[in-house]
């Protein structure tokens, strides 16, 4: 976890960004089930996230992995009922998981305020805790090969916000979030350490409006307020930007 892991690719356009992360993205299952038989992936939401995943969905190159080996996690979650359209979970479902051959046993869906936990955020979180502790190894998370992120203009990842309580939390790899300055305020997140057992982080982010964000992560400055400058995967951090999202560099 070193500053020399941590790599730049920028890219023309959001949509280069999203067809080439896609591509990366089939590689590295490929690779990880090649070297391990099965992958850890962990999605994001936002919407370079979902281009990404719509640009995997249109892929020929899909067929190169074998989907019912990849286990599905979410870094973060908007703690809405099971299929509202606002869900991360149900936009991934719509832009790629309803085309795709998976065994429902190994997408690992995020607690929503309709299920066993009703709206008790702090159970459904302690609850994904518990699954990713159970796919850990021994650790609290599995080594995800691949953890995406997208960021905001405030750069935040997942839903740990500037400033904001939930942010410096090591005593799960989950927490509730209350109030978050994005709609709609209840989420649950990955907190930094479960971020950190990622062997690869891949930060993706297009627009202008996330130049200033990009530079001050790229340069792993103060974390509380910019949280995305400290995440970091033990083997590669990848930032996958477009041109746009560069002009602070
Ligand atoms: O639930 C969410 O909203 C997210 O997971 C969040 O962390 C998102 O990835 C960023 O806010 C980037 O979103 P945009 O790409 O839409 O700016």
Redesign the pocket.
């Known amino acids: 976890m070193t500053r020399e892991t941590v790599l730049v690719v920028r890219h023309e356009s959001p949509e280069v960004l999203a067809a080439a992360t896609a591509g990366r993205l089939l590689a590295a299952i490929a690779d990880a089930q090649a070297a391990r038989g099965l992958a850890h992936v962990s999605l ?6 979902g281009k990404t995943l719509a640009a995997v969905a249109a892929s020929p190159a899909r067929e190169s992995v074998d989907w019912k080996r990849v286990h599905l996690w979410w ?4 703690f809405l009922p099971a299929g509202d359209p606002e869900r ?1 979970a149900t936009q991934a479902q719509d832009a790629l998981l309803g085309a795709l051959d998976l065994d429902p046993a190994t997408v690992h869906l995020p607690p929503a305020s309709d299920g066993p936990d009703g709206d008790d955020l702090d159970a459904a979180a302690a609850r994904y805790a518990a699954e990713l502790l159970q796919f850990g190894a021994g650790a609290e998370a599995p080594e995800f090969d691949v953890l995406l ?5 405030d750069g ?4 740990l916000f500037p400033h904001h309580a939930g942010l410096g939390r090591d005593d799960s790899s989950v927490v509730g979030v209350r109030e978050s300055p ?1 709609p709609p305020p209840l ?1 649950v997140s990955f907190t930094f350490g479960a971020i950190a057992r990622a062997r690869q982080v891949w930060l993706v ?3 202008a409006e ?1 130049a200033a964000a990009v530079a001050r992560g790229v340069a792993a400055g103060d974390v509380s307020e910019t949280p995305a400058a400290g995440v970091f995967g033990t083997e590669r951090t990848l930032w996958l930007i477009d041109q746009a999202a560069a002009t602070d560099l």
């Open positions: 994001t939401g936002g919407t370079i996230g870094s973060d979650e908007r991360n992120l997208g960021m905001g203009p935040h990842v997942a839903s994005k989420r982010a297009a627009g996330k």
